[in-house]
């Protein structure tokens, strides 16, 4: 069946250092999205992806997206305490109206001041 | 904007108690609504898919008549655990969006159910 592959699982840096975590779709998908979970929380939306090899930033944050739509990527650079939680990659086949999202498992990010 | 609220935040009660928990769209139309399960430390797990006004589409394993979810307006969804048990105790969290293309989910809070 469909799969969102999200890798590291965990991820432990220094403040100050970068981080990236990497999401791989068996499937060609429609567009991805990356969501932001802190402790106790529930996910945040942060970007959308939808173009073939499109690259967006908020900050410190780039997001990229595969030119076949098959991989994302989330890249952190210099990292801060607040950046802490797990940050998961959703994709999603449809545009239409079941835009049922296929999760990857996330990538929990500790950051140490 | 984009607002959702689920309530209760938490849920403590006995086996064999019922459970509603309700999901809504504060300030826009949510045609679609999504129920997800997460265990600690893991990723969600997508219960259901429900559209207003009609039947809700169950993901494999799910147990309709265990967790029954109603969506009858375009701005209020419940699940009810029936009848739950120890191994329902979880996180569960519901999510909207309208019927745009390429929209995000918005997330409610989530109601942690533990069951004892």
């Known amino acids: 069946g469909q799969q969102v592959m999200q890798i590291p699982q965990y991820q432990h840096v220094q403040e100050g250092e970068d981080f990236t975590t990497y999401c791989n779709s068996s499937?060609?998908?429609?567009?991805i999205q990356w969501y932001k979970q802190r402790p106790g929380g529930h996910p945040v939306f942060l970007i959308q992806?939808?173009?073939s090899g499109e690259v967006k930033k908020q900050k410190r944050l780039t997001f990229q997206f595969g030119e076949a739509k098959k991989n994302s990527s989330l890249h952190i650079t210099a990292t801060q305490t607040t950046d802490v939680g797990t940050y998961f990659c959703?994709?999603?086949?449809?545009?239409?109206?079941?835009?049922?999202?296929?999760w990857g498992l996330g990538t929990s990010l500790a950051v140490n001041p | 904007g984009a607002v959702v609220s689920q309530h209760p935040s938490r849920v403590i009660c006995k086996s064999g108690t019922s459970v509603k928990i309700e999901c809504r769209s504060l300030d826009f139309q949510a045609t679609t609504m999504f129920w997800y399960r997460q265990f600690p430390k893991q990723s969600l797990m997508l219960m259901a898919t429900?559209?207003?006004?009609?039947?809700?589409?169950?993901e494999q394993g799910v147990e309709k008549d265990k967790f029954l979810i109603n969506h009858a307006s375009l701005t209020l969804s419940t699940l009810t655990v029936t009848s739950a048990h120890p191994e329902d105790s979880s996180f569960y969290i519901c999510?909207?969006?309208?019927?745009?293309?390429?929209?995000?989910?918005?997330f409610g809070d989530g109601t942690r159910l533990s069951i004892l």
């Open positions: 429900s559209n207003e006004g009609s039947k809700a589409t169950y």
């Open positions: 499937t060609t998908l429609s567009n």
């Open positions: 992806l939808v173009k």
């Open positions: 999510s909207a969006a309208t019927d745009r293309v390429h929209q995000p989910q918005h």
């Open positions: 959703a994709g999603s086949r449809n545009a239409g109206n079941n835009r049922k999202l296929i």
